[in-house]
């Protein structure tokens, strides 16, 4: 009776007028509403300007009176041959940044919860988290002057040993594990902050349980720490993919400054959009990249999700 009782009130709540739900929660709906304020200014309203894609932009004429191109813009993306390399390099750079920073990010946490000394935990903690806190511009510029061919630490260093010096900004295929280690070293302190957090909300009961079946720290680890570890490391992962065709405009853009060289391996679909509207200073084609860079982060969540809404609906996002 109880449980019937309690669908008929559900049932009745969902026929109730919406004007009449408005006047009876006015004061949550209040408090929701500089959020709700906050993203249709900054998320939404942008959003009209996606037209620019489909006209060829004129200052006199603006944003919504210049001439209507249609899908001329894309139709020069796709001549400009670069779409494909930029595509490529923001997807294996992302999927790279990914799934070797969960295996870093999550082993950090673990390492640090198995610390003994709170003093050294939190110190060790503290240096991990200091890289998130510096600009891409700075760490741009200790590069240059650290691996700089003519006067840079690293080359004067080879020198004094009798070696040769080595051009790091005209050797491709030295920059991509730099890029990802870059990537490693700024976001794993803050990474793991997040996978910490879970493993302090985890019950501490089977923990001691499993000390009394006589499980050493590595067992439990393996077969209690990591599984349950495995729905906060699922969400985070669902949440990176949402972003998988954006790069990180300051790691791609700062260090490896505007070398041409360097562009096959080092440049993104960010980093292609801002040369397109700096360099080129066609607003209608970077409008139509960055169009297209949503377009695939949009579909990209929307098939991971299912994929893992089918696998294991309690790991999906909605």
Not at 258 to 264: E, F, G, I
Request: proline share 4%.
């Amino acid at each position: 009776m109880k449980i019937t009782g309690r669908k008929k009130t559900v049932s009745n709540y969902k026929k109730e007028p919406f004007l009449k739900v408005v006047r009876k929660h006015w004061m949550l709906l209040l408090m929701l509403a500089p959020a709700l304020i906050y993203v249709i200014i900054f998320s939404y309203v942008p959003m009209t300007g996606l037209v620019l894609a489909f006209e060829k932009y004129q200052y006199a004429g603006g944003i919504y009176g210049s001439p209507w191109v249609g899908l001329s813009n894309f139709k020069a993306l796709l001549i400009a041959g670069k779409l494909g390399q930029v595509t490529r390099n923001t997807l294996l750079y992302n999927i790279a940044f990914i799934f070797i920073g969960v295996i870093f990010e999550m082993g950090s946490a673990i390492l640090l919860n198995e610390l003994i000394s709170k003093k050294f935990k939190k110190i060790a903690q503290s240096l991990m988290f200091l890289p998130y806190f510096i600009s891409w511009v700075v760490v741009g510029a200790i590069m240059y002057n650290i691996f700089n061919y003519e006067k840079g630490v690293f080359n004067h260093i080879l020198n004094l040993l009798g070696m040769a010096s080595f051009d790091l900004y005209n050797t491709p295929a030295a920059w991509p594990p730099l890029l990802i280690f870059l990537k490693l070293w700024k976001q794993t302190g803050y990474g793991s902050v997040v996978y910490l957090a879970a493993i302090t909300g985890l019950d501490q009961g089977m923990f001691e349980a499993a000390s009394i079946d006589g499980a050493n720290a590595w067992q439990k680890i393996r077969y209690l720490t990591i599984p349950s570890l495995i729905p906060t490391m699922m969400t985070l992962v669902l949440l990176a993919i949402g972003n998988i065709f954006r790069g990180d405009f300051g790691l791609f853009y700062q260090t490896v400054k505007s070398s041409a060289l360097l562009q096959p391996v080092t440049d993104v679909i960010d980093t292609y959009v801002f040369r397109l509207l700096i360099t080129n200073g066609d607003i209608g084609v970077s409008a139509a990249a960055g169009l297209y860079q949503s377009i695939l982060c949009f579909v990209t969540i929307m098939i991971c999700n299912h994929l893992v809404k089918k696998a294991n609906p309690d790991y999906a996002l909605y």
